[in-house]
């Protein structure tokens, strides 16, 4: 699925960011992480409805929502779908290219007419050890220039970013070699089926999960956190002590009923004391 229908915004504002700021003095002054949602869960609904997608995910209880692609839509009218539904954006998940010399700028601008600080790149591959440093580089180069502008840029856990090549994972060199800075933004279901531990990934790159995907793995696609293999307490309780997890974002890909499942994936946080 294309995730690279940006447009140029035509105003930027700060409303947006704001909103996210109000939300991580909350978790600041010690109260509970605030809940999002991939909105690569409702990816079909999302295409023809995506404000009545936005109103959904509002009602269920979600104080924020990822992007996957804009459907179409402007940084304004995606701002105003946002503000319309009392959400924030916690993340758009944007292609390697967009964060290029050549669309960076393009890139900042339409972020921050959305209120979102987290410029989360969701796929890369290499086959080398030196492609993984030259993309740990390139990292490296951005997270100093979106500091200005209040962002941050980061990497999505895939399986094979587990994978291991020249004797080392792909995860670990790309890293091992950015500086803290960069966010690690992990999926718990990635990383497993890549053969790695999501807890000792948290405790390896200490303080690196400024947001993390909660994705359930293990026990069939209707399966929602909880009712699978994950270590949650485990995997909350390392977040919540190393003090940086900014938001929770869940993601569920495989349902019959998508919006059920959110449903259901939200009510399984409830219940763990999460929201």
Known sequence: MSRRDFVRAGAVGLAGLSMTTAFLTHAAAGKKIPVGLQLYSLREQCKTDLPGMLAAVSRIGYKGVEFAGYHGRSAA????????????????????????????????????????????????????????????????????????AGMVVGYHAHAHDFHKLEGERAWDIFFGNTKPEVVMQLDTSNCLEGGADPVAV??????????????????????????????????????????????????????????????????????????
């Not at 200490?206 to 699978?228: C, F, M, S």
């Not at 940086?244 to 219940?271: C, G, M, N, Q």
């Open 77 to 148: 009218e995606l701002k105003k779908m946002l503000a319309d539904n009392g959400l924030v954006c916690c993340g758009t998940h944007t292609a390697l290219e967009t964060i290029q010399p050549a669309k960076l700028e393009e890139t900042i601008e339409f972020n921050r007419t959305i209120g979102n600080k987290y410029l989360i790149v969701p796929w890369m591959t290499g086959k080398t050890r030196q492609e993984w440093l030259d993309k740990a580089r390139l990292f490296n180069e951005v997270a100093e220039k979106v500091k200005a």
């Open 202 to 275: 948290l405790k390896q790159y200490a303080r690196r999960a400024t947001t993390i995907h909660l994705k359930a793995n293990g026990a069939g696609p209707e399966a929602v956190i909880g009712e699978d293999k994950v270590d949650w307490k485990a995997v909350f309780d390392i977040c919540e002590a190393q003090g940086v997890t900014e938001w929770y974002i869940v993601e569920h890909e495989s349902s019959k009923d998508p919006l059920d499942a959110v449903k259901r994936s939200f009510e399984a946080l409830k219940k763990m004391g999460k929201v």
